[in-house]
């Protein structure tokens, strides 16, 4: 994710930080290297029919309006992964003053806090796809839970049976393991509903209608603007395509807010912060928040 300040007016045409320009430019390049074949073309060569202007407002609103929901709808799937985590680091704040409360401090209690740590880094590295045992060893061991089909699972379920056996000793009351249990029953719901994003991505139906309107859009445009824009069509045609082909691209990357793309949402961050909560809650030296690199917050 990208945490910046706002660039001034001159320095905002020329940021490349967060822009989709470099994704789109062959693209943009393409269409209008087209745009000025078709312009030759129709004053050297022969002249080349044209399209009612009119007629491409239409299908420009009709096409704004798919960018346009596609776009709400990728939003939404961010947003929902943003709040999910947010969730979860909570848990693991209301997981550490419970425990503090109805187990308290100890090796039982910071075994808990432990493996809900791993459980945070051990998720991260399935929705990102890469192997987090490197962060989970120091809370849980050496090849702990990582032979497990889900990991993060097993993690919460290790928590459970540790639940378990402090309620079979009745070193912990029934109104703690409940308010316990339903902290973890609280991880397990964000838990599904990050699997849910991850592996259910917007309907391809979507994605290819708006993929072929699009480019049937810009491969019309010159023809309705040959008459009225001139030699300055090809400069026009560019600027739609890149508001176009932008929408589209940005839309790509926010339908998938786990991956580690500039856009994406900052898990290693948020895996940090659940790292410090556990470590002051359990007395130890914290470890610094990650902090941008680049003005990047991976």
């Known amino acids: 994710m990208i945490l910046r300040d706002q660039p001034s007016a001159l320095h905002l045409f020329f940021v490349m ?59 939404d799937r ?29 090796a039982e209690r910071d075994k808990m806090l432990s493996h809900a740590v791993a459980f945070a880094h051990l998720h991260r590295g399935f929705l990102r796809g890469v192997d987090a045992r490197a962060d989970v060893e120091p809370w849980v061991g050496d090849g702990a839970l990582t032979e497990y089909q889900n990991p993060a699972d097993a993690a919460l379920r290790a928590i459970a049976e540790q639940l378990r056996g402090l309620v079979d000793r009745d070193a912990v009351s029934g109104f703690g393991q409940m308010a316990v249990s339903q902290v973890l029953a609280s991880f397990g719901l964000a838990q599904a509903g990050c699997e849910r994003i991850a592996t259910t991505p917007l309907p391809f139906v979507y994605s290819l209608l708006v993929r072929r309107t699009t480019y049937l859009y810009c491969w019309l445009l010159p023809f309705a603007l040959m008459g009225d824009a001139g030699w300055g069509m090809p400069l026009f045609v560019a600027v739609v395509a890149y508001v176009f082909f932008g929408l589209q691209a940005v839309t790509n990357e926010l339908e998938h807010p786990f991956r580690n793309v500039q856009n994406g949402l900052p898990l290693d961050a948020m895996c940090r912060v659940i790292e410090i909560s556990a470590c002051e809650a359990m007395g130890r030296a914290a470890p610094a928040p990650l902090a941008p690199l680049k003005h990047v917050l991976s």
């Open 17 to 75: 930080q967060g822009s989709i320009v470099p994704k789109i430019i062959s693209k943009i390049l393409g269409i209008t290297a087209f745009s000025l074949g078709v312009l030759l073309l129709d004053r050297f060569v022969l002249p080349l029919p044209r399209v009612p202007l009119a007629a491409m407002g239409v299908f420009g609103v009709a096409l704004s309006l798919f960018l346009g929901f596609r776009n709400n709808a990728a939003y």
């Open 78 to 106: 961010w947003w929902e992964a943003r709040k999910l985590w947010g969730g979860m680091i909570a848990d693991m704040r209301n997981l550490a003053r419970q425990t503090e409360v109805f187990v308290g401090a100890g």
